[in-house]
């Protein structure tokens, strides 16, 4: 459980003269020699002096004042917050793999290649894509890479198209990624149901248009059953189709978006390949795509090369000419990405659609028993891998954030909230399949003692939550004035 | 399956729940998009735990052998001591297994850690704020570019030194060529090794990028690039790839750099075979609503008690959409807390031996080496822990030797990039080259050049 109480800032804590870790000093008549004192700066003033316990007291501290998955259901929509494998961690701690230093040369990491190659192998077939680069290191930088690719593809047919179609229930990485990559995003208006409308995708769709980025599932979490529909049109005018595939939990080992008639996906492998998301990250957002686009994937890429030919050397990174260049300093996220490679390993294909299977299981469990105790559920239809509510039918003045802070005094992670922007007071649930049928039913139980309180006894939701270190934190009052660290000066 | 709990009772309830029978009847889509119904994907076929475990031992043990190697490898990606304390903490799975904290009541850990760490950051780079990272070095310089265009409004061209590390150089040509910012570089003095800045040749400067240190460990002289700078009306964005340098060089803020940008791999990151890396940026109070990524600060809660939050959201892609400031959303966030965990560990006297360790062995290396007959030492500026070598040999010639013979990465053949210098090698020297392997660098070389 987590604790009610804050923690000191380190820079609050210990005192002159201590130190975590023992250093040597150095003769300074030596360092005068290798650094001329003009050069250098003064004492770190303001750095903590503590020793070794009081800096791991600190972070536990802090940890306890933190929800994971580990602690408890955290059924963020969009998020796909899956149980993170604990053998994936001790893979990504060999020093076979962290010591490996990326200047050195081909012959002495063949391991890592290797390693990268069969994993964009994996991903080909698992996406029906003809290609992937494992570089982008986020969802969002796999987004800006695969417009980018498209860029270049549009380029080197001597066109110029600069919008990009973007249904309003997007995520907003999509709008921004399109204006990074130098396109005009479009918005589309959806349906009610978070479909494109193709009304609007006909008018909209023009000589200029070059792409269309869609999410599917949507963020509504159901599928785009027009989605052939969709790349026909698209592709008819010469754009492409876009799959952001923060939601491809849905679809492992049960449908392709390759063979849906998309021409570029981005993954999230701190999605769909269980690798932790750390508080924000790092993450890794390898990118797919059909033959045409291969030319323009970034460098360096990872090819494989004869045996016979090339003696020892079996992979190599290559720089194709028509790349859209280097978008990061190495490869990639490398440790990430190899702990997407062990939970490939270990779930093979019928693992992977068992995944699928479990995860719309438990969403459409959510769903239907979620509306069953009165949560208004505007698509009562079967939905994928999350479902949707909003606080339509709760009593006024309870809104979905008093649903959500309520939660967390429960003791879970509450679901997205608020979010896709076209629904009002949506709550986006998303149970994943490592979750067990009791977890579900003791959340459901949960959700069901919130509607009760959301009646009897409103302040208890107006005021959640009650045992968190600090109570309802008031996020508008914090920008102003601003503190950003402790050497801000406050304006 | 071990990570999947439902049962065959929970699916019979679960699917009685819903009103359906089959698990198929679930996926709400035409069926000739089924692909398992038609062709299961050709993947390997699953592994237990124990024959993962044994197949990655394997693929490590590979790795083993280069990472046991006698190493001089630096150029942005820096060999440091990991303090154990950061290996044991970073694992708790209250930590590691969090998600982007925007619910603050159930995130003050992961919160106050990154409040932490801006606070680190801007107290190491003299600025007056750092956000809460960015994906790495390369793509911190590229936002910090974009940064630069939106605050000044009137310049058009980026001037960019040419020793600036190769890699950034290519990630900001990659963001930059779709969104009309002209690049030029800037050529480097064959003599120091620092940047030649010629004010009459940046009229219509946007902004000015240099390394601090640059990519040969030569020292910059920031206080030339501001004055430069000014003069021409351009930002000035300075890049330290090493960012223990930090610790113990004039932080770029003293000498009233507009953007910093950096790599903190060094503070806690190994390798890794270049990722995950660490981006830090941080910049001057009047420019914040400029910056890209995620800020928190710390306010209050309804009771008046201390709190950490993220602020300004109105510059980030969840709220702005396309007028964001950048589209980053997932970060380098469980990174930030272990450079967080380094710098603390560390401590301020720490923090100041250990850069003073790394100065003066790369100081006694650079000495040693200088003396070897066939060796020079092409630039005059001053260096912290990494530094170019000159030889008589071709630089891959020289390192495929050392490597051959000598089990010893000797460093990066510049020739990669700089084809006019053929036969330097950018090495490096940290706390983690004993004694003996300097020696036995030092008498490999002489012995190869001999």
Same mark, same amino acid.
């Given at each position: ?20 870790i ?37 972070y ?6 933190n ?12 998020c ?8 994936n ?36 077939e698992?996406?029906?894509? @003809? ?24 380029? !080197? ?45 006909e #008018? ?23 989605? #052939?529909?969709? !790349? ?13 595939g ?16 998309? @021409? ?39 090819? #494989? ?56 299981l438990? !969403? ?47 003791g ?24 067990? #049928? ?28 009650h ?19 402790l050497?801000?000066k406050q304006? | ?10 699916r ?47 693929f ?20 440091h ?11 708790? /799975? ?55 265009k ?35 570089e ?19 400067a946007l902004?000015?990028v240099? /390394? ?14 501001r ?35 950096g ?24 420019y914040?609503r ?57 401590g ?23 003396k070897?007959?066939?060796v ?13 070598i000159?030889?008589?040999k071709? /630089? ?15 460093g ?34 002489r012995?190869?050049?001999?």
């Open positions: 459980m987590i604790h009610s109480d804050t923690e000191k800032l380190i820079f609050e804590q210990g005192r002159a003269g201590r130190t975590g023992d250093v040597e000093g150095v003769c300074l008549i030596e360092l005068d020699d290798a650094l001329s004192p003009e050069l250098r700066r003064g004492p770190l003033a303001g750095f903590p002096e503590v020793s070794e316990p009081e800096m791991v007291r600190h536990t501290r802090l940890s306890q004042r929800v994971g998955i580990d602690d408890t259901f955290y059924p963020l929509g969009s796909t917050m899956k149980y993170n494998p604990r053998i961690e001790a893979v990504a701690s060999m020093k076979g793999f962290t010591n490996l230093h990326p200047a050195m040369p081909q012959t002495e990491t063949q391991n890592a290649f290797r390693i990268l190659w069969e994993l964009e192998q994996m991903l080909n698992i996406c029906g894509m @003809d290609a992937f680069t494992l570089n982008p290191v986020a969802g969002a930088h796999g987004e800006l890479t695969g417009l980018k690719i498209i860029r270049a593809a549009i380029r !080197a047919r001597g066109e110029k198209r600069d919008k990009v179609l973007i249904p309003t229930s997007a995520h907003g990485t999509n709008p921004a990624s399109a204006m990074l990559a130098g396109f005009t995003p479009v918005n589309i208006e959806v349906n009610p149901d978070g479909s494109v409308n193709l009304e609007a995708l #008018k909209a769709l023009d000589e200029n248009v070059a792409a269309m980025m869609i999410t599917n599932p949507s963020t509504l979490g159901l599928f785009e059953t027009n989605i #052939k529909k969709i !790349a026909d049109m698209l592709h008819a005018k010469g754009a492409f189709l876009y799959c952001d923060a939601n491809l939990n849905a679809l492992v080992g049960i449908a392709r978006p390759g063979d849906m008639g998309f @021409d570029v996906i981005q993954t999230n492998t701190h999605k769909t390949f269980s690798t932790p998301h750390g508080g924000g990250g790092p993450g890794a957002g390898p990118v797919g795509v059909k033959k045409e686009l291969v030319p323009f994937l970034p460098s360096p890429r990872i090819e #494989k090369f004869d045996k016979e030919k090339f003696g020892k050397v079996l992979f190599v990174p290559v720089y194709d000419k028509q790349s859209i260049g280097r978008i990061h300093s190495y490869y990639g996220n490398f440790l990430v990405l190899l702990r997407a490679y062990c939970y490939l390993r270990t779930m093979g294909a019928r693992g992977l659609r068992e995944v699928a299977e479990a995860a719309v438990n !969403a459409n469990y959510l769903r239907v028993s979620l509306a069953e105790i009165g949560y208004r559920v505007p698509f009562n239809r079967m939905c994928m891998h999350e479902c949707l509510l909003t606080d339509e039918n709760m009593p006024s003045g309870i809104t979905t954030l008093d649903i959500a802070k309520r939660l967390i005094g429960k879970y992670h509450p679901m997205t909230i608020y979010f896709p922007l076209t629904v009002h007071g949506a709550m986006l649930i998303e149970p994943t399949e490592t979750e067990t #049928k009791e977890t579900l039913d003791e959340f459901i139980q949960a959700m069901k003692e919130i509607a009760e309180e959301a009646k009897a006894n409103p302040n208890l939701l107006h005021d959640a939550p045992n968190t270190p600090v109570q309802r934190v008031d996020d508008v009052g914090a920008n102003r004035p601003l503190n950003l660290n050497r801000w304006q | 399956m071990r990570y999947i709990p439902v049962t065959s009772a929970d019979e309830e679960m699917l009685k729940k819903i009103g359906i029978h089959f698990i198929d009847q679930l996926f709400d889509m035409p069926t000739d998009m089924l692909t398992h119904l038609s062709k299961p994907l050709n993947l390997p076929a699953p592994l237990p735990e124990m024959e993962v475990m044994a197949l990655m031992e394997k490590a043990k590979e790795g083993e052998i280069a990472a046991s190697k006698t190493s001089f490898l630096g150029g942005g990606i820096n060999r001591y990991l303090p154990a304390t950061i290996s044991a903490l970073i694992s708790r /799975g209250e930590f590691l297994t969090a998600y982007t904290p925007y619910q603050p009541e159930a995130s003050q850990g992961t919160l106050q850690a990154l409040y932490e760490f801006q606070t680190y950051i801007a107290l190491l780079s003299g600025m007056d704020v750092a956000n809460a990272s960015l994906y790495d070095g390369a793509t911190a310089t590229a936002e910090a570019v974009l940064m630069a939106r605050i000044n409004k009137k310049g058009k061209t980026v001037y960019v030194s040419c020793a600036l590390h190769p890699h950034y150089r290519e990630v900001l040509r990659t963001y930059l060529q779709d969104v009309d910012i002209p690049i030029v800037l050529a480097f003095d064959a003599k120091t090794g620092k940047t030649i800045l010629a004010p009459t040749m940046m009229n219509d902004a000015l240099v /390394g601090y240190p640059n990519y040969f460990g030569i020292i910059e002289d920031l206080k030339e690039a004055e430069v700078a000014t003069k021409v009306g351009a930002l000035l964005i300075s890049v330290t790839t090493e960012a223990l340098s930090l610790t113990i060089l004039k932080p770029p803020g003293e000498f009233g750099v507009d953007i910093f940008v790599e903190g791999q060094s503070f806690g990151l190994p390798p890794s075979f270049g990722g995950p890396l660490l981006g830090l940026i941080a910049t001057k109070d009047a914040v400029n910056l890209p990524g995620r800020l928190i600060g710390r306010g209050k809660d309804k009771n008046g008690k201390d709190a950490f939050v993220i602020v300004i959201a109105t510059r980030e892609q969840h709220i702005k959409r396309e007028k964001a400031t950048s589209n980053i959303c997932t970060n380098e966030a469980l990174c930030a807390t272990i450079a967080g965990m380094y710098l603390t560990a560390y301020k006297t720490g923090l100041a031996n250990l850069a003073k360790q790394n100065a003066v062995k790369a100081f006694r290396l650079r000495e040693k080496l200088a070897i007959p066939g020079s030492i092409p630039f005059s500026g001053a260096t912290f822990n990494e530094f170019v000159r030889t008589k071709s /630089g891959a010639q020289l390192l495929r030797n050392l490597l051959a013979g000598r089990q010893i990465f000797g990066i053949n510049l020739s990669v990039h700089y084809h006019k210098n053929p036969k330097d090698i950018l090495v490096s020297v940290t706390e983690m080259n004993t004694d003996e392997d300097m020696d036995k660098f030092v008498h490999a070389l012995e190869i050049l001999k």
